[in-house]
């Protein structure tokens, strides 16, 4: 069997990895000069040093990734670090945590959040009401999280607790997701396991790991990876793929194939295959919206080292990421993640004064950066970071099987959980399921 998969990102990668694992003849072709896909580091042009398109967390939850991490020989690349509390700062640059009490979860959580000092006591009893609510009730996934939580939230929770948690985890703001994916962050991500779950990270940049370390690793196993080779076109023959087609005009048989892209990358599907329309509909393509991430880099010669997140409730940079923590490197820049605010919208509105307010905004809440001198910046906006479900698609199951026999779809935007690597990594193991069974 020779398996083509389409796109070298986190899915592609775990599609290939199941198939050779089980003796399949697989070859990656990726659309862009490196491995990763969404999971990628840019080097500063003025530097040289490296910086990720925006920070990632993995959850101690992401079972699948884990395991494909493990089997790939490089879970050493990431920590997942027992957390007893998140550090926050509060307006008056207070430092304040959320605690993980030492109990069985989620009392752990609900204990933290019943002592959490940034909420009033109304507040706290309210945020604990609430995620029981989560956690023991069937829910409509056709609601939004804000429909939802609308008629038990107050304007205060909200801002210092909610919505910090549902950009952080779902990356875009409550009223474009299913309160099905916040039921989910809060059972798996936060209630998982005993003691509640661990937020881990790379412990390099992504680039070092998905696509130097995860290259190296797919080459020793025998997958052939071709990278700048955008495919255009696929061939078909009574109802089965036979083969792909790059821009270059090479034609690349095989025997079945996984095409692990983002939902408004099938464009490609169009011409080369003849029941595109029943694909289009059954999954709504044309309905996906592609969600904008924010990241602002600052570079410094000397400066304090944080925590590796803090969280800022109500400011515009919700987040706090010091990569010098991070990577254990003390030239790493600190970085300000801005969830869902557009390049565009920064530069019409002045952007470099905008970056100026964002920066003075966060040495007021860290006063211990006022005597720093900032050498270099850098803005980053992943403009496509993760799809939006329609909400006709909420809580709903999608086959990733095609009208061809042996094609089928993997992506971070098939599985039935939030868009994240931990979907992603499912739904390329399930692509190369369904590839298996069609032998
Ligand atoms: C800034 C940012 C922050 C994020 N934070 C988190 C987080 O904290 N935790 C988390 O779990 N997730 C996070 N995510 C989401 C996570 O990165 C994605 O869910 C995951 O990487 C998606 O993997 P994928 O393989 O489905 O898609 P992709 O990574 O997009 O891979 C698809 C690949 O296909 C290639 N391709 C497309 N078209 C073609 C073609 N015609 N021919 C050949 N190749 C093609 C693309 O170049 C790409 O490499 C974040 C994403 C971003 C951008």
């Not at 003849?274 to 509909?281: E, F, Q, R, V, W």
């Not at 906006?381 to 990733?400: C, D, I, V, Y």
């Amino acid at each position: 069997m020779h398996i083509l998969i389409i796109g070298g990102g986190i899915a592609g990668i775990s599609a290939a990895w199941r198939l050779r694992n089980s003796g399949c003849d697989v070859t990656i072709i990726e659309a862009r000069s490196f491995l990763g896909g969404r999971l990628c580091s840019y080097a500063d042009r003025a530097t040289g040093t490296p910086f990720d398109n925006g920070p990632h967390l993995f959850l101690s939850s992401y079972r699948a990734t884990r395991a494909l991490l493990k089997d790939m020989g490089i879970a050493e690349s990431f920590t997942f670090p027992w957390l007893n509390s998140i550090p926050f700062r509060d307006s008056s640059s207070k430092k304040i945590r959320l605690h993980f009490r030492p109990m069985p979860a989620p009392w752990n959580l609900a204990a933290g959040l019943l002592t959490f000092p940034l909420l009033s006591g109304e507040a706290r009893r309210r945020t604990v009401l609430t995620a029981h609510k989560l956690l023991s009730e069937a829910i409509n996934p056709s609601l939004s999280a804000e429909k939802w939580l609308d008629s038990f939230w107050q304007n205060e929770e909200r801002r210092i607790f909610w919505d910090p948690l549902i950009h952080a985890t779902l990356n875009t703001s409550a009223r474009n997701v299913s309160i099905r994916d916040l039921q989910t962050v809060i059972k798996e991500g936060f209630c998982k396991g005993l003691l509640g779950g661990r937020l881990g990270y790379a412990q390099e940049p992504l680039g070092t790991v998905f696509n130097t370390e995860v290259g190296i690793t797919l080459e020793d196993a025998g997958i052939k990876v071709i990278t700048n080779a955008k495919v255009t076109g696929i061939t078909t023959l009574n109802n089965r793929i036979t083969g792909v087609i790059l821009k270059d005009g090479q034609h690349l048989e095989c025997n079945a194939a996984v095409i692990a892209v983002p939902p408004w990358s099938l464009g490609f599907l169009q011409t080369s295959l003849p029941s595109y329309n029943t694909l289009k509909s059954e999954y709504k393509l044309d309905k996906w919206q592609p969600n904008p991430i924010s990241s602002l880099y600052l570079w410094s010669d000397k400066r304090p080292i944080f925590d590796a997140f803090t969280c800022l409730p109500g400011q515009t940079a919700e987040w706090l990421f010091d990569f010098a923590r991070i990577w254990g490197n003390r030239q790493a820049p600190i970085c300000l993640l801005l969830g869902n605010i557009p390049e565009d919208h920064l530069k019409l509105d002045e952007k470099n004064n905008q970056i100026e307010r964002i920066i003075a905004e966060c040495t007021r809440l860290f006063p211990e950066l006022k005597t720093v001198r900032w050498k270099h910046r850098q803005f980053i906006t992943e403009n496509r970071a993760t799809p939006l479900r329609p909400s006709e698609l909420w809580g709903k199951a999608l086959p990733q099987t095609t009208p061809l026999n042996n094609m089928f779809l993997a992506g971070d935007w098939l599985n039935h959980l939030p868009p994240t690597v931990e979907a992603a990594v499912r739904s390329g193991e399930r692509a190369a399921g369904g590839v298996l069974k069609k032998k």
